[in-house]
């Protein structure tokens, strides 16, 4: 089946710190991937959607200056958040779907970010 | 997007099968209906796909009713691994299109 790989896997650093995750797609293309964030005890929350080759789109509340997405092959889509704060701290988990025909989105297994 | 409810938790013991229902009353057309199975920390994983009647596979089944609004996940006999966060999800399958969680419900499965 799809798989989405994520790196790195946990991060620690300090405040002011940018970091960037990585999403890719190992057996299929994706022109679209997706990037969720989630805090402890709650859900997926989408934070934009990765097309390739153009802007991303962001959800609404979500700073783009902050959270930069590139996304500049059928393979590979990069977040990186920007002079991030504690409250950045969260678990950030991307997702892809093939786009061939109905196939479910699968996800990558998450980078767990933590700000000190 | 199609909202969806389904209850905040839920408990079983061990060996019960388990069914947790999913409202969506505004499911359009061309959505399809999944389910997915989240434990602390880790990637949500895909259980379960279907777009009317029943769907089965080899961890669970999935009843849709005629009119689409609602849909029942069933997990047969289960066992303490199976204490997770399942997620209901509706929409279309189309490549540009995200999926949107709702808060899930928290299954506690107890010996």
Known sequence: GAVVSQHPSWVICKSGTSVKIECRSLDFQATTM?????????????MATSNEGSKATYEQGVEKDKFLINHASLTLSTLTVTSAHPEDSSFYICSARDGKGNQPQHFGDGTRLSIL | LAKTTQPISMDSYEGQEVNITCSHNNIATNDYITWYQQFPSQRPRFI???YKTKVTNEVASLFIPADRKSSTLSLPRVSLSDTAVYYCLVGENSGNTPLVFG???RLSVIA
């Open chain 1, 34 to 46: 997706f990037w969720y964030r989630q805090f402890p005890k709650q859900s997926l929350m989408l």
């Open chain 2, 103 to 105: 808060k899930g419900t």
């Open chain 2, 48 to 50: 379960i796909q279907g």
